[in-house]
């Protein structure tokens, strides 16, 4: 709760290009908070860093994604839209939260043992504590919501587990957060492998649809995922392939299952590809003429930084300064 109004955080790396399950797990949720909530989204530079960055990439990136945000649909004149690493309180918050972390808890984290294999010569120790500034992101916001994807579920019940461990000891400082979970799209697979999710770290092209796709590139990629060989549009653990187009059919058209397996009943694996790279490349066609427009806008986007970054670090450093209160930091003196 932030001025006794509910509150939400929630962020994305500035890495890569954002994909289809980014979208469908998380962006396209986020707009539909705006009334109910307090909301903050955050481009979340501080944790790209955990794996090595090209500085001017990361910084061109991280402005792309800020303004993609607002081209989803997100107004940031209702949510609040910022650099994480322009709210130096992220980063003093989890340094405290970290002396209320465990190694063991941190050693179980599927997303750190997945980094480290896969970025074996950088096992830094920010890819180790990358939950526990997760944590901080959330915590500083009194966040009663977190949406996101599946894959950040075991994130987020570390942070409940710090929260409520610091609760313990000095009282109600932090409002324990929910996840929010979307029934449809919380879990993109990727194209070309159904069974491993969609990943901005893939390097087959295929495998993923970037947000930019134009239509022709979209249908493509559709049509050559990878599926069985039976033909038949049936959702089924033993069909990865077409389960997870029918998935994203639904996430996009809101269609139930039973409805897609139905309307495709008589179809073959072509022609429902096609129905489903059509119904994806007319749900991103408006943001990317939006994104178009936002980005030549330098002022504006510059305007919302500031504003927007102030607006975070007021709300991050009245938490900050109640945890440091608390914990028997001298007070300041003015
Ligand atoms: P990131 O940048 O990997 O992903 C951003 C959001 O997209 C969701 N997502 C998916 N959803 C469905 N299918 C997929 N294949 C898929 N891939 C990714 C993620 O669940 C996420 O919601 N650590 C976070 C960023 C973060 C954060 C936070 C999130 C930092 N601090 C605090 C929430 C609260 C991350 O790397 O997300």
Same mark, same amino acid.
């Given at each position: 709760?932030?001025?006794?109004?509910?509150?939400?955080?929630?962020?994305?790396? *500035?890495?890569?290009?954002?994909?289809?399950? =980014?979208?469908?797990?998380?962006?396209?949720?986020?707009?539909?908070?705006?009334?109910?909530?307090?909301?903050?989204?955050?481009?979340?530079?501080?944790?790209?860093?955990?794996?090595?960055?090209?500085?001017?990439?990361?910084?061109?990136?991280?402005?792309?994604?800020?303004?993609?945000?607002?081209?989803?649909?997100?107004?940031? %004149?209702? =949510?609040?839209?910022?650099?994480?690493?322009?709210?130096?309180?992220?980063?003093?918050?989890?340094?405290?939260l970290s002396c209320f972390t465990y190694m063991g808890e941190l050693n179980?984290?599927?997303? !750190?043992?997945?980094?480290?294999? +896969?970025?074996?010569? @950088?096992? =830094? *120790?920010?890819? &180790?504590?990358? /939950?526990?500034?997760?944590?901080?992101?959330?915590?500083?916001?009194?966040?009663?919501?977190?949406?996101?994807?599946?894959?950040?579920?075991?994130?987020? %019940?570390?942070?409940?587990?710090?929260?409520?461990?610091?609760?313990?000891?000095?009282?109600?400082?932090?409002?324990? /957060?929910? /996840?929010? $979970?979307?029934?449809?799209?919380?879990?993109?697979?990727?194209?070309?492998?159904?069974?491993?999710?969609?990943?901005?770290?893939?390097?087959?092209? @295929? *495998?993923s649809i970037n947000l930019m796709d134009d239509p022709d590139t979209i249908?493509?990629?559709?049509?050559?995922?990878?599926?069985?060989?039976? @033909?038949?549009?049936? !959702?089924?653990?033993? +069909?990865?392939?077409?389960? =997870?187009? $029918?998935? $994203?059919?639904?996430?996009?058209?809101?269609?139930?299952?039973?409805?897609?397996?139905?309307?495709?009943?008589?179809?073959?694996?072509?022609?429902?590809?096609?129905?489903?790279?059509?119904?994806?490349?007319?749900?991103?066609? /408006?943001?990317?003429?939006?994104?178009?427009?936002?980005?030549?806008? +330098?002022? !504006?986007?510059?305007?919302?930084?500031?504003?927007?970054?102030?607006?975070?670090? !007021?709300?991050?450093?009245?938490?900050?300064?109640?945890?440091?209160?608390?914990?028997? &930091?001298?007070? +300041?003196?003015?």
């Open positions: 709760m932030l001025d006794g109004k509910k509150s939400l955080f929630s962020g994305m790396q *500035a890495t890569g290009t954002l994909h289809l399950g =980014n979208y469908l797990g998380a962006l396209k949720n986020w707009v539909t908070f705006e009334e109910e909530y307090q909301c903050f989204y955050s481009v979340v530079d501080m944790h790209s860093i955990t794996v090595r960055q090209n500085p001017a990439e990361l910084r061109k990136k991280a402005r792309a994604l800020l303004t993609l945000y607002i081209a989803a649909g997100l107004n940031p %004149e209702k =949510n609040c839209i910022y650099y994480q690493s322009h709210v130096s309180a992220h980063a003093e918050l989890s340094w405290v179980r984290m599927t997303q !750190y043992k997945d980094k480290a294999a +896969k970025h074996a010569d @950088n096992i =830094n *120790a920010g890819l &180790f504590t990358y /939950p526990v500034l997760m944590a901080a992101d959330i915590l500083l916001f009194q966040s009663d919501v977190v949406p996101v994807g599946s894959d950040q579920k075991q994130h987020l %019940e570390i942070t409940r587990d710090i929260a409520t461990r610091f609760n313990n000891i000095y009282g109600d400082v932090f409002t324990i /957060p929910e /996840p929010y $979970i979307g029934k449809a799209g919380a879990r993109i697979m990727s194209l070309q492998e159904p069974t491993k999710k969609m990943s901005k770290s893939d390097e087959n092209p @295929n *495998a249908i493509r990629k559709f049509k050559r995922a990878v599926t069985d060989s039976d @033909n038949e549009i049936r !959702y089924s653990e033993d +069909k990865p392939g077409i389960s =997870n187009l $029918i998935d $994203i059919y639904v996430a996009v058209t809101g269609k139930t299952i039973e409805e897609t397996e139905k309307e495709f009943a008589s179809s073959g694996y072509g022609d429902f590809k096609m129905a489903v790279g059509e119904s994806v490349s007319s749900m991103l066609k /408006p943001i990317q003429d939006r994104y178009a427009e936002l980005a030549k806008d +330098k002022a !504006y986007i510059d305007k919302v930084i500031k504003e927007n970054g102030e607006k975070a670090a !007021y709300y991050a450093n009245k938490t900050l300064r109640k945890v440091y209160k608390k914990i028997g &930091f001298p007070q +300041k003196i003015r």
